[in-house]
């Protein structure tokens, strides 16, 4: 707004221009198309576009862009790279481009391979969050709410109440009732009821902190071998097993496990993490789906950057250690880890 307001005398296009600002999100995209924006307060479309193109050359470079491709030009075109195979490159072969086709880039633009190298570096080097530098983001500490210590007899849970209040009630209503006469029959009926309000409320809390214990002690009981040897030791666990173990019911289970913590010997964890479906070995043991794609990882980072393993090759390998995983399966985790695909890996190498 300080640099639409240092630039700009038209009238029209403050007005305009205030409204795309306005519509501007943390990476510094536009999040509102041309049309909308002029429906917002009658204007030309032809207005708004111009007032848009105003807005692009503010700083940061690329502010305003409507979507990647966008503000990638729109650096370029600042840098003076108006015409030259970098920008080509992005108006017309950003698919290409994402997926690291140095060949068929080279091709399509009857340059070498080399020279494409070269000014794929050059872009990778724009910014395709402009915004993103001048959004204050706030660290998000995690405070865990259960402890796992590590004793003589084993593990065992203890409750994080450092922050948190005494609660008690206030011996001032104790006295009102207590004295029976000096106060009204209506007064001590009040009393009385938020008197067992408050019982209840102590009750509850009270409650809750022991059931988290029992869940913790429970989960500590069904996960020991990861507490003791990390990861690859994380056993298949639900909900029921949890409930059945401590006699309660599975969503009572789910709701004291939302959004809770634990610190562990091998880290801190969320208490949902420790729940997850298993899947059956050859050696007659289940194995749990983290497990699985911790494996995955680690067979990804070991192959060979010159032949990297196919979903099928990765399959072969997980049954040769009895793991009878369908190659869907596979790919599903592999997507979930964020580990592209085989050829896509060979491009990258």
């Not at 429970?218 to 909900?239: A, C, K, N």
Request: net charge neutral; proline share 4%.
């Amino acid at each position: 707004m300080w640099q639409l307001n240092l630039q700009s005398s038209d009238t029209l296009l403050r007005e305009i221009g205030a409204a795309i600002v306005g519509n501007i999100d943390d990476d510094g995209y536009l999040v509102a198309s041309v049309d909308e924006i002029a429906s917002l307060g009658g204007w030309d479309v032809t207005d708004v576009e111009r007032a848009l193109d105003h807005v692009q050359r503010f700083d940061p470079i690329g502010v305003g862009a409507r979507d990647l491709q966008e503000c990638l030009l729109l650096q370029l075109r600042h840098l003076g790279l108006t015409g030259t195979p970098a920008e080509v490159l992005v108006r017309d072969c950003l698919r290409l481009l994402q997926n690291h086709r140095i060949p068929e880039l080279a091709k399509q633009l009857g340059i070498e391979p080399e020279e494409i190298k070269a000014h794929i570096e050059l872009i990778k080097h724009l910014d395709p969050k402009p915004g993103s530098r001048y959004t204050p983001t706030e660290s998000q500490y995690v405070i865990p709410d259960v402890y796992i210590i590590k004793t003589e007899e084993g593990y065992r849970a203890v409750l994080n109440e450092e922050g948190l209040p005494q609660l008690r009630i206030s011996p001032v209503y104790r006295r009102l009732l207590d004295k029976g006469g000096e106060a009204s029959d209506e007064t001590r009926a009040y009393v009385k009821d938020k008197f067992r309000s408050a019982l209840w409320l102590l009750k509850s809390v009270d409650q809750r902190q022991k059931t988290i214990i029992k869940v913790a002690t429970s989960i500590i009981h069904f996960q020991h071998t990861f507490l003791d040897s990390g990861i690859e030791h994380l056993r298949p666990l639900v909900l029921r097993d949890v409930a059945n173990d401590i006699g309660m019911h599975e969503s009572t289970v789910s709701r004291v496990v939302n959004n809770k913590y634990m610190h562990t010997p091998q880290g801190v964890y969320e208490m949902k993490y420790f729940f997850h479906s298993g899947i059956s070995s050859t050696f007659g043991e289940s194995v749990s789906s983290v497990t699985i794609k911790q494996r995955i990882k680690k067979i990804v980072e070991g192959e060979d950057p010159r032949r990297p393993l196919s979903d099928s090759k990765i399959m072969n390998i997980l049954q040769k250690e009895g793991l009878d995983l369908a190659r869907r399966t596979i790919a599903k985790y592999r997507e979930e880890l964020r580990i592209p695909t085989s050829n896509q890996r060979k491009v990258l190498y």
